[in-house]
Protein backbone atom coordinates (compact mmCIF):
# COMPACT_ATOMS: atom_id res chain seq x y z
CA UNK A 1 0.00 0.00 0.00
CA UNK A 2 1.30 3.78 -0.80
CA UNK A 3 2.56 5.40 2.36
CA UNK A 4 3.13 2.71 4.77
CA UNK A 5 6.36 1.94 6.67
CA UNK A 6 6.60 -1.88 5.29
CA UNK A 7 8.79 -4.18 6.72
CA UNK A 8 10.20 -7.36 5.34
CA UNK A 9 11.64 -10.16 6.96
CA UNK A 10 13.15 -13.09 5.31
CA UNK A 11 14.63 -16.34 6.37
CA UNK A 12 17.10 -16.20 3.35
CA UNK A 13 19.46 -13.17 3.02
CA UNK A 14 20.59 -13.39 -0.56
CA UNK A 15 17.02 -13.54 -1.62
CA UNK A 16 16.52 -10.90 0.49
CA UNK A 17 19.08 -8.92 -1.41
CA UNK A 18 17.73 -10.10 -4.97
CA UNK A 19 14.37 -8.55 -4.07
CA UNK A 20 15.92 -5.48 -2.59
CA UNK A 21 17.58 -4.96 -5.95
CA UNK A 22 14.28 -5.79 -7.89
CA UNK A 23 12.35 -3.34 -6.11
CA UNK A 24 15.08 -0.76 -6.81
CA UNK A 25 15.17 -1.34 -10.16
CA UNK A 26 18.17 -2.13 -10.37
CA UNK A 27 17.80 -5.65 -11.80
CA UNK A 28 14.92 -7.30 -13.54
CA UNK A 29 12.11 -6.21 -12.23
CA UNK A 30 9.04 -6.99 -15.11
CA UNK A 31 6.75 -8.20 -12.29
CA UNK A 32 7.37 -5.10 -9.75
CA UNK A 33 5.08 -2.23 -10.42
CA UNK A 34 4.96 1.55 -10.25
CA UNK A 35 1.18 2.71 -10.04
CA UNK A 36 -0.48 0.57 -12.13
CA UNK A 37 3.01 0.31 -14.74
CA UNK A 38 5.72 -2.48 -14.86
CA UNK A 39 8.91 -0.81 -13.29
CA UNK A 40 10.45 -2.21 -16.51
CA UNK A 41 8.48 0.47 -18.74
CA UNK A 42 10.08 3.54 -17.38
CA UNK A 43 13.56 5.12 -17.65
CA UNK A 44 16.30 4.72 -15.25
CA UNK A 45 16.41 8.58 -14.53
CA UNK A 46 12.21 8.18 -13.52
CA UNK A 47 13.02 4.92 -11.73
CA UNK A 48 15.74 7.31 -9.82
CA UNK A 49 13.30 10.05 -9.04
CA UNK A 50 10.50 7.88 -7.96
CA UNK A 51 12.44 4.90 -6.06
CA UNK A 52 16.03 5.95 -3.96
CA UNK A 53 17.48 2.63 -2.35
CA UNK A 54 20.30 2.23 0.42
CA UNK A 55 22.93 -1.06 -0.32
CA UNK A 56 23.82 -3.25 2.55
CA UNK A 57 27.26 -2.35 2.15
CA UNK A 58 26.97 1.05 0.53
CA UNK A 59 30.48 2.76 -0.64
CA UNK A 60 31.22 5.89 0.24
CA UNK A 61 33.40 8.46 -2.49
CA UNK A 62 36.20 10.50 -1.12
CA UNK A 63 34.93 14.34 -0.94
CA UNK A 64 33.41 16.15 2.03
CA UNK A 65 30.59 15.77 3.61
CA UNK A 66 28.86 18.46 1.14
CA UNK A 67 29.74 16.46 -1.98
CA UNK A 68 28.97 13.71 -0.40
CA UNK A 69 25.00 14.88 -0.28
CA UNK A 70 25.17 16.45 -3.80
CA UNK A 71 22.58 14.55 -5.29
CA UNK A 72 18.91 14.98 -6.54
CA UNK A 73 17.05 15.55 -3.82
CA UNK A 74 13.26 17.22 -3.43
CA UNK A 75 14.19 20.04 -1.15
CA UNK A 76 11.67 18.88 2.02
CA UNK A 77 14.77 18.19 3.77
CA UNK A 78 17.77 19.59 4.97
CA UNK A 79 21.49 17.32 5.37
CA UNK A 80 21.16 17.80 9.49
CA UNK A 81 17.46 16.75 9.14
CA UNK A 82 18.84 13.35 7.47
CA UNK A 83 21.88 12.95 9.41
CA UNK A 84 19.88 13.54 12.84
CA UNK A 85 17.60 10.77 11.54
CA UNK A 86 20.19 8.30 10.42
CA UNK A 87 21.99 9.14 13.82
CA UNK A 88 25.03 10.15 12.02
CA UNK A 89 25.52 13.61 13.57
CA UNK A 90 28.64 12.32 15.34
CA UNK A 91 30.57 11.25 12.55
CA UNK A 92 31.48 14.84 11.78
CA UNK A 93 33.06 14.74 15.03
CA UNK A 94 35.25 12.07 13.88
CA UNK A 95 36.41 13.73 10.81
CA UNK A 96 38.84 16.29 9.81
CA UNK A 97 37.45 20.38 9.12
CA UNK A 98 34.17 21.56 10.16
CA UNK A 99 30.13 21.10 9.30
CA UNK A 100 29.70 20.52 5.22
CA UNK A 101 33.54 21.07 5.09
CA UNK A 102 34.35 17.60 6.80
CA UNK A 103 36.38 15.46 4.87
CA UNK A 104 35.74 11.96 3.69
CA UNK A 105 38.90 10.26 2.92
CA UNK A 106 39.94 6.86 1.42
CA UNK A 107 36.24 6.29 -0.01
CA UNK A 108 35.54 6.04 3.71
CA UNK A 109 37.97 3.24 4.86
CA UNK A 110 38.50 5.74 8.07
CA UNK A 111 34.95 5.10 8.85
CA UNK A 112 33.59 2.53 11.02
CA UNK A 113 31.64 -0.14 9.43
CA UNK A 114 28.69 1.42 11.04
CA UNK A 115 29.60 5.56 10.32
CA UNK A 116 29.76 4.14 6.96
CA UNK A 117 25.81 2.80 7.00
CA UNK A 118 24.45 5.60 8.50
CA UNK A 119 26.08 8.26 6.42
CA UNK A 120 24.95 6.30 3.54
CA UNK A 121 21.37 6.06 4.85
CA UNK A 122 21.60 9.83 5.76
CA UNK A 123 22.53 10.35 1.73
CA UNK A 124 19.27 8.16 1.32
CA UNK A 125 16.64 10.24 3.95
CA UNK A 126 17.88 13.46 2.28
CA UNK A 127 17.00 12.38 -1.46
CA UNK A 128 13.41 11.89 -0.02
CA UNK A 129 11.93 10.13 -2.59
CA UNK A 130 8.34 9.27 -2.67
CA UNK A 131 9.62 5.58 -2.49
CA UNK A 132 12.90 4.34 -0.53
CA UNK A 133 14.09 0.41 -0.40
CA UNK A 134 16.68 -0.29 2.90
CA UNK A 135 18.50 -3.33 2.90
CA UNK A 136 18.98 -3.91 6.50
CA UNK A 137 20.01 -0.39 7.37
CA UNK A 138 21.55 -0.89 10.16
CA UNK A 139 22.87 -3.82 10.85
CA UNK A 140 26.54 -2.82 11.83
CA UNK A 141 24.99 -0.28 14.84
CA UNK A 142 24.40 -0.74 18.60
CA UNK A 143 21.45 -1.47 19.83
CA UNK A 144 20.99 2.11 21.08
CA UNK A 145 21.74 3.42 18.04
CA UNK A 146 19.43 1.11 16.04
CA UNK A 147 16.67 2.31 18.81
CA UNK A 148 16.85 6.18 18.07
CA UNK A 149 17.26 5.53 14.33
CA UNK A 150 13.96 3.18 14.55
CA UNK A 151 12.02 5.77 15.75
CA UNK A 152 13.50 8.85 13.50
CA UNK A 153 12.94 7.30 10.86
CA UNK A 154 9.05 6.54 11.30
CA UNK A 155 9.20 10.10 12.01
CA UNK A 156 11.31 11.53 8.77
CA UNK A 157 9.39 9.35 6.39
CA UNK A 158 5.75 9.96 7.69
CA UNK A 159 3.20 10.00 4.42
CA UNK A 160 5.77 8.15 2.65
CA UNK A 161 6.32 4.98 1.51
CA UNK A 162 9.21 3.01 3.10
CA UNK A 163 10.35 -0.56 2.28
CA UNK A 164 12.95 -1.73 4.94
CA UNK A 165 14.59 -5.26 4.81
CA UNK A 166 15.23 -6.13 8.49
CA UNK A 167 15.17 -8.93 11.07
CA UNK A 168 15.79 -6.30 13.94
CA UNK A 169 12.66 -6.49 16.15
CA UNK A 170 13.56 -2.48 17.38
CA UNK A 171 12.59 -1.47 13.16
CA UNK A 172 9.91 -3.96 12.98
CA UNK A 173 7.88 -2.63 16.01
CA UNK A 174 7.33 0.32 13.88
CA UNK A 175 6.23 -0.95 10.88
CA UNK A 176 2.25 -0.60 10.09
CA UNK A 177 2.88 -3.79 8.22
CA UNK A 178 5.26 -6.35 8.22
CA UNK A 179 5.69 -9.33 5.45
CA UNK A 180 7.06 -12.49 6.19
CA UNK A 181 8.62 -14.13 3.11
CA UNK A 182 10.06 -18.16 3.41
CA UNK A 183 12.37 -19.43 0.33
CA UNK A 184 11.77 -16.42 -1.31
CA UNK A 185 7.98 -16.42 -1.09
CA UNK A 186 5.10 -14.36 1.28
CA UNK A 187 4.06 -16.81 4.10
CA UNK A 188 2.02 -14.43 6.72
CA UNK A 189 2.03 -10.74 6.86
CA UNK A 190 0.86 -8.66 10.26
CA UNK A 191 2.20 -6.75 12.86
CA UNK A 192 5.10 -7.55 14.41
CA UNK A 193 3.36 -8.43 17.57
CA UNK A 194 1.00 -10.17 15.70
CA UNK A 195 3.45 -12.60 14.42
CA UNK A 196 5.60 -12.25 17.18
CA UNK A 197 2.50 -14.75 18.97
CA UNK A 198 1.16 -16.56 15.79
CA UNK A 199 4.05 -17.48 13.69
CA UNK A 200 6.95 -19.45 15.24
CA UNK A 201 8.91 -19.24 12.25
CA UNK A 202 8.01 -15.28 12.40
CA UNK A 203 9.45 -15.70 16.22
CA UNK A 204 12.73 -17.57 15.54
CA UNK A 205 13.69 -15.29 13.02
CA UNK A 206 13.47 -12.20 14.56
CA UNK A 207 14.73 -13.03 18.04
CA UNK A 208 17.62 -15.03 16.55
CA UNK A 209 20.52 -13.53 18.27
CA UNK A 210 18.87 -11.09 20.24
Do not use: W
Request: charged share 20%; glycine share 8%; with cysteine.
Amino acid sequence: MPNEFLAIVSDNPLLADELCDRLGGYINADQVYLGNLPLTTFSRDSIRTAISSQEKDPAILSGTIGSIFTVPHSGRLTIDDAMQAASAQDILDSLEGEGMSAEVVERGRTLSGGQRQRLSLARTLFVDAPIIVLDDPTSAVDSHTEARIASRLMDIRNGQTTVVFTNSPLILDKANRVVLMVNGRKIDEGAHTQLLKTSQTYRELVTRGA
